[in-house]
T-cell receptor
Framework: GEDVEQSLFLSVREGDSSVINCTYT??????LYWYKQEPGAGLQLLTY?????DMKQDQRLTVLLNKKDKHLSLRIADTQTGDSAIYFC??????????FGGGTRLMVKP | EAGVVQSPRYKIIEKKQPVAFWCNPI?????LYWYLQNLGQGPELLIR????????DSQLPKDRFSAERLKGVDSTLKIQPAELGDSAVYLC??????????FGEGSRLTVL
């Protein structure tokens, strides 16, 4: 089945850029997502990208997709303390079945 | 518009006891999902409903877990009997067909 991998932890200073990386195995995935989870809360969809796109920008968020390497990244510009959370990469396969990575905990230091 | 509502938010039980979780999806969403999220991990799909039909329950441990979605709206997920390893967060999500998934806040289960 699909395997989605993320690094466990990232620490940045407030105002810096954050880059969270994700790799996946299923090249047939058509949609790739980034979710944010704050403590004690459910998952909130941040952004997504179609597999036929290389890049998508949405305000402070930039998603880059390298289909050849099956690599997805999320860049958060001007990272704020409110961005501290766990970020999950998810890819879909047939029937809108999502496979999630293990999540990357982002810590933003003032 | 109300989001996905789950209850209870927290539940503490002793092992071998039964437990049930309830989910009310967003109005009009025909697809409902139950995910299991273990501590420090990403969510894993347990079961997916399209209307009242379970279309994917391959990851649901059927010896102790059961789910239903009568009338194609609300859903319940039951564990009987609960084991220590069932301690986790149980997330419900809904979508309009294959659109964006909206998640509830989850039900955190602690089995003692």
């Amino acid at each position: 089945g699909e395997d989605v991998e993320q690094s466990l932890f990232l620490s940045v200073r407030e105002g810096d850029s954050s880059v969270i990386n994700c790799t996946y195995t299923d090249s047939s995935s058509t949609y790739l997502y980034w979710y944010k989870q704050e403590p004690g809360a459910g998952l909130q969809l941040l952004t997504y990208i179609f597999s036929n796109m290389d890049m998508k920008q949405d305000q402070r968020l930039t998603v880059l997709l390298n289909k050849k390497d099956k690599h997805l990244s999320l860049r958060i510009a001007d990272t704020q303390t409110g961005d501290s959370a766990i970020y999950f990469c998810a890819v879909n396969n047939a029937g809108n079945m999502l496979t999630f990575g293990g999540g990357t905990r982002l810590m933003v230091k003032p | 518009e109300a989001g996905v509502v789950q209850s209870p938010r927290y539940k503490i039980i002793e092992k071998k006891q039964p437990v049930a979780f309830w989910c009310n999806p967003i109005s009009g969403h025909n697809t409902l999902y139950w995910y299991l999220q273990n501590l420090g991990q990403g969510p894993e799909l347990l079961i997916r409903y399209e209307n009242e039909e379970a279309v994917d329950d391959s990851q649901l441990p059927k010896d102790r877990f059961s789910a239903e979605r009568l009338k194609g709206v609300d859903s319940t997920l039951k564990i009987q009997p609960a084991e220590l390893g069932d301690s986790a967060v149980y997330l419900c999500a809904s979508s309009h067909y294959t659109g964006e998934l909206f998640f509830g806040e989850g039900s955190r289960l602690t089995v003692l």
